[in-house]
């Protein structure tokens, strides 16, 4: 049976972030890497990105103003909530009610409704949804721990944006039958990497950014959590320098609450010279990030999904990283990458040391990231959608 087209429907994305117009504020980039990939499938995209109102004190919400491109039009309505997780399942949240009023204020109408993440966004879909009978598919981006958590606890907010949605999508193929015990229509969807991803030379990349042009380099980027592992890199390179690797430069680049206990431990073990914490990237700098690095290493605990995995193996860079309920199913085999247990930071050095001494095919790696591209990932979705489409 053909899919159903989609040119004559309008598509309501509900996120808990989404990057402003310029970029600025790049939380949910992935989301908007997926409007931009599905924009030409329909007549017309509402996104609703509530962001916690803080009278303009955080540059997030200096940031996200309301803004519309091509036919996409994005509303980022003001509102207070405290986590779920931390309020023993008490609503302190009034993200349905800002949603709700975008929609009547603006007079929106739809056919479709993609909700990313369970909490709030599949919760207020499933609202939505009783509301105006309109079909919903959620996305499921939670990482493994988070979601364990939403399993254990089990709110009737979680189940009933399980137990509601027309389809679920988990970014990940570990919780298929976690997610079946509430709905049976549960698919394996992996996020899609943006088509500015694409291998280039390593020395004209590293003399644009001002790098040496026969260093060892590895690049690591993401959120300054602890969860994030950066503290098992930095001791990873501790260990190298240790057993005679000094040529070895690492680059972590992002921001966060963790930086300063990342720059304490720099200090700690004397690796001013050989790591470096470069701060934010823009979208277009870390395309020269990828291609510039030998390697990009991903040390997580834990990742639902892990984009910037996809991103550094669509430009030829192999990749360096963990046994975290995400990484295992793309680092397919070792032509990719390596792969080590989290919280090892010798056994991170180790796979970094290897990775040295291996020759890589960057023309293999680029081959095998197609399947995340956008227009695979287009394809999938707007199957997804011809499903339930009234």
């Known amino acids: 049976m053909p899919t159903k087209s989609l040119k004559d429907k309008t598509l309501l ?21 997926q409007v931009n990939a599905l924009k030409s499938e329909f007549k017309e995209i509402y996104v609703i990105a509530p962001i916690f109102s803080t009278l303009k004190l955080s540059s997030r919400e200096r940031y996200c103003q309301n803004y519309t491109y091509e036919n996409v039009s994005v509303f980022y309505p003001r509102s207070f909530y405290l986590p779920l997780l931390y309020t023993f399942g008490k609503k302190i949240d009034n993200r349905l009610r800002a949603v709700l009023n975008t929609i009547e204020r603006n007079n929106l109408s739809f056919d479709l409704i993609h909700a990313h993440f369970t909490w709030p966004s599949g919760y207020i879909s499933q609202q939505i949804k009783e509301k105006f009978n309109t079909p919903y598919i959620l996305t499921v981006h939670e990482n493994r721990k988070w979601f364990q958590r939403e399993l254990d606890r089990e709110y009737t907010e979680y189940t009933k944006a399980w137990k509601n949605a027309d389809i679920i999508l988990r970014v990940n193929m570990k919780d298929y039958e976690s997610l079946k015990k509430y709905n049976p229509g549960v698919y394996y969807q992996p996020n899609s990497v943006g088509g500015m991803f694409e291998f280039a030379e390593k020395i004209p990349i590293r003399k644009q950014i001002g790098l040496q042009e026969d260093a060892k380099i590895i690049f690591a980027f993401g959120n300054h959590l602890k969860s994030k592992g950066f503290h098992d890199l930095i001791n990873a390179m501790k260990i190298l320098m240790e057993s005679g690797n000094k040529t070895i430069q690492c680059y972590i ?69 963990t046994y ?67």
């Open 13 to 33: 994305v509900i996120t808990p972030g989404f990057p402003d117009e310029n970029n600025k504020s790049i939380m949910g980039i992935f989301v908007k890497d």
């Open 253 to 321: 680049g992002g921001s966060g609450f963790y930086s300063s206990e990342m720059r304490r431990l720099i200090r700690k073990h004397n690796l001013s010279d050989n790591v470096k914490l470069i701060g934010p990237i823009n979208r277009n700098d870390i395309v020269n990030w990828f291609n510039a690095a030998d390697f990009y290493v991903m040390p997580s605990h834990h990742e639902s999904f892990g984009i910037t995995v996809i991103e550094a193996l669509s430009s030829g860079t192999p990749v360096i990283t």
């Open 324 to 390: 975290n309920g995400a990484s295992e199913f793309i680092i397919e085999n070792e032509n990719l990458g390596l792969l080590v247990n989290p919280k090892s930071p010798k056994k991170l050095a180790e796979a970094i040391e290897e990775a040295f001494q291996r020759k890589w095919d960057s023309k293999f790696i680029t081959k095998f990231a197609a399947k995340y591209s956008e227009k695979a990932f287009c394809k999938s979705l707007t199957n997804y959608f011809g499903k339930i489409v009234k």
